[in-house]
């Protein structure tokens, strides 16, 4: 058995407070002063979970075996960081006033990271499995 948690796990577990943004938003009274400042307080925990979704999938990728696994992790980082803009797409123009638009922007910079490491290191496959061509490099006999 493997305990061990992964970034898909941490994604699932910032759901509530994705799902709580959005019953947040969708109920907002703007004139209501109460219901604007706890929809900004839930958009900041959103905030810190991705920001701290982040710093997991760099400390995860750093840590991984190779530059496949690597690539999973980024590729999950992105999805995730555009499951952020999505709710916040809808959110962000009924509530500007609440760190929606920043939120969403800070989400937009964290998926094009993620999106570049993701490429980055499937490139990065594709490289450690392409076979060198033959009379690149000279045999290792006549080395000795």
């Not at 400042?37 to 710093?55: G, I, N, P, W």
């Not at 800070?106 to 990065?124: I, N, P, S």
Request: proline fraction near 4%.
């Amino acid at each position: 058995m493997n305990a061990a948690l992964d970034l898909d796990d941490l994604t699932r577990l910032n759901e509530a407070s994705l799902d709580a943004m959005a019953r947040l938003g969708a109920s907002l009274e703007p004139s209501d002063q109460g219901s604007r400042e706890a929809f900004s307080r839930q958009v900041a925990a959103v905030e810190a979970l991705l920001k701290q979704t982040y710093q997991a999938a760099a400390l995860l990728a750093r840590r991984s075996a190779d530059c496949e696994e690597s690539a999973r992790i980024w590729k999950s980082m992105a999805d995730y960081a555009n499951q952020v803009m999505v709710l916040l797409s809808l959110l962000k123009d009924r509530n500007p006033g609440c760190g929606t638009g920043q939120l969403h922007d800070l989400a937009l910079d964290y998926k094009a990271a993620a999106d570049k490491r993701y490429h980055d290191d499937l490139e990065a496959t594709l490289c450690q499995k392409t076979p060198l061509p033959e009379g690149l490099l000279p045999p290792l006999a006549s080395l000795a």
